[in-house]
């Protein structure tokens, strides 16, 4: 089996001006530190998958919890709408497909690609000229296959009718809501509340659901996390365990230790038990003092 093609990077040239950039200003005036740690973040998640990254209600849904507390999916649409319409991103490709791109983005993507065997372009995202093949690096351009003519006339269409988009903002840059959005964000939310109900120690539920995000995101099995933490669950009440020995949610999501195997024995009746062994039963949390049996 060939070896997938790899696209993305796995670092990115940040100049130190970025937000002396007049298009950024802006961001930084009206939504302070956060609307720039949002332009961070997004230029992490573009040069992560390439070029370019797609963008919709559920992507803004899950982005959320990775810049900070009190973030909100609708801030972050705020922000992308405005970094849409002051051109740090490209309207038109947004316009089109909902496409999160522009040309500083893949004039930075090809200097940091130039030595790859095989470079992959979309044309349908593609904004400046291909370079031609080298000794080095060969370029390989998708047709034009998946174009998505925008309305007739969007801004007026925008104009009657706001509320069936994600969201729009005053130069009509909008993505129309998929009809199935609501309720793919009711069904994680309800599938991590499930969850969190059977958690023994609720405490950091914010964190926890970011890292939950993320471990769906990386193709974690639901079922799989369900049965860990009920198994932890079980392993708490059976040791009879008090709740300063127990993880939080914050730290349980963070590590994965749904992954672990949690067999049931009690600590209590194990004399030799050291401070060590306790806090890799109970956490890192965990404060034991060491009883002496003498």
Not at 197 to 217: L, T, V
Request: charged share 30%; net charge neutral; glycine share 4%.
């Amino acid at each position: 089996m060939a070896r997938p093609i790899k696209q993305g990077l796995d670092y990115f040239p940040l100049d130190v001006g970025i937000f002396t950039d007049n298009k950024l200003k802006y961001i930084s005036a009206r939504f302070g530190e956060k609307g720039k740690l949002i332009v961070v973040e997004l230029l992490c998640e573009i040069y992560r998958d390439g070029y370019y990254t797609d963008w919709n209600e559920d992507r803004a849904i899950i982005f959320a919890p990775y810049v900070g507390r009190n973030a909100t999916h609708s801030r972050v649409n705020d922000v992308v709408g405005e970094l849409v319409k002051h051109e740090f991103f490209d309207r038109d490709i947004f316009n089109s497909f909902a496409i999160l791109t522009s040309k500083a983005i893949q004039r930075r993507f090809l200097k940091a690609v130039a030595e790859r065997k095989l470079i992959e372009i979309n044309s349908d995202y593609w904004l400046i000229e291909v370079p031609n093949n080298t000794s080095k690096s060969s370029f390989s351009v998708n047709p034009k296959i998946n174009v998505i003519k925008p309305s007739d006339n969007i801004q007026s269409k925008a104009k009657e009718s706001k509320a069936k988009h994600a969201y729009s903002t005053s130069v009509d840059v909008c993505v129309s809501k998929p009809q199935d959005s609501v309720k793919k964000e009711k069904e994680l939310q309800a599938m991590f509340d499930d969850i969190w109900e059977m958690y023994p120690k609720k405490q950091g539920k914010q964190d926890a659901f970011k890292h939950f995000i993320r471990d769906i995101k990386a193709g974690a099995n639901i079922e799989n996390i369900r049965q860990g933490t009920q198994a932890y669950d079980f392993y708490c009440k059976q040791n009879n365990a008090e709740q300063r020995y127990i993880k939080t949610g914050s730290t349980f999501f963070s590590g994965k230790f749904w992954n672990d195997e949690w067999a049931v024995f009690n600590c209590k009746q194990q004399k030799s038990t050291t401070e060590m062994s306790c806090e890799e039963l109970f956490g890192e949390e965990s404060v034991i003092e060491i009883i002496d049996v003498g």
